[in-house]
């Protein structure tokens, strides 16, 4: 007597649906996401009551075994579990100073050819908006050091890297930059800094030749003092820009620019060592 033919198992015809790497797991960085906001949350096996700035009293328990991507209710809120990309990370970080936004960090990474295994010098760190961008990009093998003035932001800036998982990428000193800098032969300097124009010979003692210089000045004033500074200095292939970015809001009836959209950030100057 032949057995009946057994109905086709899909679950094994099929790649499962959940793998182990599809599912959180205590100690992964989780981002937890809004419509436009965005918290950065580490999953925990133990748990335990956390106050989350803006979102509120959360169990970081909860995450784990949830699968990426699945929502999660918190309140009258439900948030999307999404890994952590650089963009969110950014979005994600508690801010003090007037960070550096997404669209000037990516341009920043492209024109001083910032990639795996650079050696980046920046200063400061405010929030470590840019410092979490520049980490991520010389990963796994790069560094970054970044000096900063002031011990309140080196800790804040800090703080924030711990969070986003970074901060063995990145070597924080207190210190002015432009007394110099330690490091020798790096492959470019960041300045996001009130008076950068005083940090260039500094700059330019730590670059490697042919590496890169860029000024984040928000006032037409400071990119000038940046560029007088830089052609003293002997640097070359001087440009400056300002990148103006306009999301839009698009809806089933019609789309338009949105109203608060942001406007001027800084202009962002490039120069090469010679
Ligand atoms: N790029 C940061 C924001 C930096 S705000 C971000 O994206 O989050 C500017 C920072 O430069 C401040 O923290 C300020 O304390 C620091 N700073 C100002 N002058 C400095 C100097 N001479 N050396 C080092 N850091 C300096």
Avoid at 77 to 87: C, H, N, S, V
């Amino acid at each position: 007597m032949s057995l009946p033919p057994t109905a086709p198992d899909a679950s094994a015809a099929e790649p499962a649906a959940t793998t182990a790497a599809a599912i959180i797991a205590a100690d992964d960085l989780v981002v937890l996401a809004e419509e436009d906001r965005r918290y950065l949350v580490r999953a925990e096996a133990k748990g335990g009551v956390r106050k989350i700035k803006g979102l509120g009293i959360f169990d970081p328990g909860r995450l784990v075994g949830y699968a990426w991507g699945t929502p999660i209710d918190q309140g009258t809120k439900t948030l999307r579990t999404l890994r952590p990309g650089i963009a969110d990370i950014t979005r994600g970080l508690a801010r003090k100073a007037q960070i550096v936004q997404p669209k000037d960090t990516s341009r920043i990474l492209f024109e001083c050819d910032i990639r795996a295994g650079s050696r980046v010098i920046e200063a400061g760190i405010g929030s470590g908006a840019l410092t979490s961008g520049l980490a991520w990009a010389v990963a796994p093998m790069g560094h970054v050091y970044t000096y900063e003035l002031r011990e309140d932001f080196t800790e804040w800036g800090q703080a924030n890297l711990v969070r986003a998982g970074l901060d063995h990428l990145v070597t924080v000193k207190t210190r002015d930059i432009k007394l110099g800098a330690d490091e020798r032969d790096v492959d470019a300097v960041v300045l996001d800094m009130p008076d950068p124009w005083h940090a260039v010979g500094a700059a330019h003692d730590a670059l490697r030749a042919d590496g890169h210089l860029c000024t984040y000045n928000p006032l037409v004033s400071q990119l000038e003092q940046s560029r007088e500074a830089m052609v003293e200095h002997g640097f070359q292939d001087l440009r400056t820009l300002e990148l103006i970015e306009r999301p839009w809001v698009v809806g089933e009836r019609g789309s338009r620019p949105d109203h608060n959209f942001l406007g001027h950030t800084a202009f962002l100057t490039f120069a090469r060592k010679a």
